[in-house]
């Protein structure tokens, strides 16, 4: 089955940045779409970022659009979020999923059928 862990998260000021990992292992995802969500106490799962592993699309959510980049190493097996602009509000855990859907990527946490234990990011003001 696959495995997928997260990596990166911390404690930054607002205004900084982050980069962070998620390695997946298990299975071949050449058909695949990889996700980014996250989510604080009490709320629902947010779309954050996906991207295709072999065509590389791209969706961002209007919150973190022009300030956050989603990427991928196929060779790797791990794709990136690169956070950058951080603002208090982006703070929650971070969590990466892999499902199909490589030509419409998915925004709902339903899409997707794999998922990592979450990284805590932490915006301070």
């Known amino acids: 089955q696959v495995q997928l862990v997260e990596s990166g998260g911390g404690l930054v000021q607002a205004g900084g940045s982050l980069r962070l990992s998620c390695a997946a292992s298990?299975?071949?995802?050449?058909?695949?779409?990889m996700g980014w969500f996250r989510q604080t106490p009490g709320k629902e799962r947010e779309f954050v970022a996906a991207?295709?592993?072999?065509?590389?699309?791209?969706a961002y959510a209007d919150s973190v659009k022009g300030r956050f980049t989603i990427s991928r190493d196929n060779d790797k097996n791990t794709v990136y979020l690169q956070m950058n602009s951080l603002k208090p509000e982006d703070t929650a855990v971070y969590y990466c999923?892999?499902?199909?859907?490589?030509?419409?990527?998915?925004?709902?946490?339903?899409?997707?059928?794999?998922w990592g234990q979450g990284t805590q990011v932490t915006v301070s003001s």
């Open positions: 999923a892999a499902g199909p859907g490589q030509f419409v990527l998915g925004t709902r946490p339903y899409e997707y059928d794999y």
């Open positions: 298990g299975r071949t995802f050449s058909s695949y779409s």
């Open positions: 991207i295709s592993w072999s065509w590389g699309r791209q």
